[in-house]
Nanobody, 128 residues
Framework: QLRLVESGGGLVQPGGSLRLACSAP????????IGWFRQAPGKEREGISC???????KYSNSVKGRFAISRDNAENTVYLQMNDLKPEDTAVYYC??????????????????????WGQGIQVTVSS
């Protein structure tokens, strides 16, 4: 079973950047599709990006062109580079891993796919 841990959140001004990291202490991430999700107060959880175990990426329209997902298998870490941050990006951000059935049978990641493993979440606040 995977334990996922997010890091890199915090407070940033509009237009600024943050890089989130998703790690799995004691486990290997390389075989999993990994997604990044966020949830703002009073809103439903939103899938914003995913990366397949082959490196293919997808983005929601809300972050396309501003965020970039990547993975470093040597570091056993998946990153989410967030640029040109806006107040509406304020949310708790979660990384998640697909089910093994999905990751072993589908080459691409899909934000609508089931994700079995979730991190604890990390706050990102974009404010002046």
């Amino acid at each position: 079973q995977l334990r996922l841990v997010e890091s890199g959140g915090g407070l940033v001004q509009p237009g600024g950047s943050l890089r989130l990291a998703c790690s799995a202490p004691g486990s290997a991430l390389d075989e999993y599709h990994i997604g990044w999700f966020r949830q703002a107060p009073g809103k439903e959880r939103e899938g914003i990006s995913c990366i397949s175990n082959r490196g293919g990426t997808k983005y929601s329209n809300s972050v396309k062109g501003r965020f970039a997902i990547s993975r470093d298998n040597a570091e056993n870490t998946v990153y989410l580079q967030m640029n040109d941050l806006k107040p509406e990006d304020t949310a708790v951000y979660y990384c998640a891993a697909d089910t093994l059935l999905i990751t072993t049978t589908q080459a691409s990641c899909y934000l609508t796919s089931p994700f079995d493993y979730w991190g604890q979440g990390i706050q990102v606040t974009v404010s002046s």
